[in-house]
């Protein structure tokens, strides 16, 4: 569960003649997506790799716990019980807790931290009693490559909770043990509002008979709040009430969404692309044009100054019409130069976001299900309560 990741992405590498897969998991910290959105997402990613044929099972699961932190906050602990929830205690023989983000400066208060997490039952110390190891990984390759070792030395292979519970048992989100927990923080987050929804309106009732029209509007605009996150935990308990071919039609539906915004997205570019190509050509024959008649404004200038004598009146006032007619054409040289530039730069971040996007949807639609990224050995996530999922070839 690190945070950053919007979907589970996978990294190869090879090692000891075998192929090890490193899973990166969305987490449950991440402010770009609801604990929802995160939590389905993981069950439809690890029930369909269980549904396979042949099934897809992995060898053991690296949770992540950067040691800076002085105590296990409230995102951390919940990380930790969905860990166990999702993964199931008969899998906990194969997990990894890897301590990260060690500095010379903490080594003494980390180490008591590490102390701590290991003997309290309800962080590690359960989970090490049922053959959990501990790891410190300091962010260098071989201490990683430490952790992958003992996961391919063990030559296991895991099913998770979460998997047996969707598939084997058939079971909805809302019905797995960890769609239970999430549930129940939400009915307990739905209760809270609408709580907090009744004593405002207490209080709106109250400034609407003191007539206290500051106090209305700002009651009312919280009123309102609490109304759409009420309607929103709504929402949230329908989606947990789904089943993997429910999830999978949703994927393909958003799959669908996404492609077709992405072809949208990719006509208005070409026809923007197309436009400023005109305008450049245009642009660009128009400053060769003027390139031209400014020579041959020039060139009459000169001819002037060397022709006929005049008065001294006239030769000052010629003079100055030739600087503004030189002066004039200078401007408008630059002017038309200055947008060429512009056009050309705006026409160079079309074709370099174009061709962002196109990797971008090279990896994304490459595998359905698994989306697959570069290969790598040392673990990023520094996230409290990351996980990668390891499973060897």
């Not at 906050?73 to 008969?90: S, V």
């Not at 400023?276 to 128009?286: D, G, K, P, V, W």
Request: charged letters at 30%; one cysteine or more; aromatic letters at 4%.
């Amino acid at each position: 569960m690190v945070q950053g990741t919007i979907s589970p992405s996978v990294y190869s590498l090879r090692r000891r003649g075998q192929v090890v897969r490193l899973i990166d998991t969305p987490g449950f910290d991440d402010s770009k997506r609801s604990d929802i959105d995160v939590l389905t997402d993981l069950a439809f990613h690890l029930a369909s790799a269980y549904q396979t044929n042949p099934k897809i099972l992995l060898s053991g699961i690296i949770y992540l716990h950067p040691i800076d932190q002085p105590k296990l906050a409230g995102t951390a602990r919940k990380n930790l019980a969905m860990f166990k929830l999702l993964y199931g205690d008969e899998s906990l023989q194969s997990v990894v807790l890897a301590t990260t983000m060690w500095r010379d400066e903490i080594q003494a208060d980390a180490a008591q931290r590490v102390t701590q997490l290991e003997s309290t039952p309800e962080y590690w110390g359960r989970m090490i009693e049922h053959g959990s190891s501990v790891f410190r990984h300091d962010n260098t390759p071989e201490s990683a490559l430490r952790i992958i070792d003992h996961i391919i030395g063990r030559r296991e292979r895991i099913v998770l909770s979460i998997q047996k519970q969707m598939i084997d048992e058939h079971r909805t989100i809302d019905q797995t043990s960890a769609g239970q927990l999430e549930r129940h923080e939400i009915i307990k987050e739905k209760k809270r509002a609408a709580r907090r929804l009744e004593e405002n309106r207490e209080e709106l009732e109250a400034s609407l008979r003191a007539k206290e029209q500051q106090n209305v509007h700002q009651l009312s605009e919280e009123q309102q709040k609490y109304e759409r996150e009420i309607q929103q935990k709504d929402h949230d308990i329908e989606a947990l009430r789904m089943s993997v071919a429910e999830l999978q039609k949703q994927k393909e539906a958003q799959m669908v969404r996404e492609e077709e915004e992405l072809q949208t997205f990719y006509a208005q570019q070409d026809a923007k692309y197309a436009e400023m190509s005109r305008e450049l050509a245009a642009l660009l024959q128009q400053d060769t044009q003027a390139s031209s008649d400014n020579k041959g404004s020039l060139l009459t200038v000169q001819e002037k100054q060397g022709g006929q004598k005049e008065s001294a009146a006239a030769a000052a006032a010629s003079s100055q019409e030739d600087k503004a007619i030189v002066e004039r054409m200078m401007n408008k040289m630059n002017d038309t130069g200055l947008r060429i530039q512009m056009l050309s730069e705006q026409m160079d971040a079309i074709e370099n976001e174009r061709r962002m996007l196109k990797a971008q949807e090279k990896k994304k639609f490459a595998k359905r299900g698994m989306q697959y990224g570069g290969a790598g050995a040392a673990f990023g996530g520094t996230a409290a309560g990351a996980a990668m999922l390891c499973s060897v070839m």
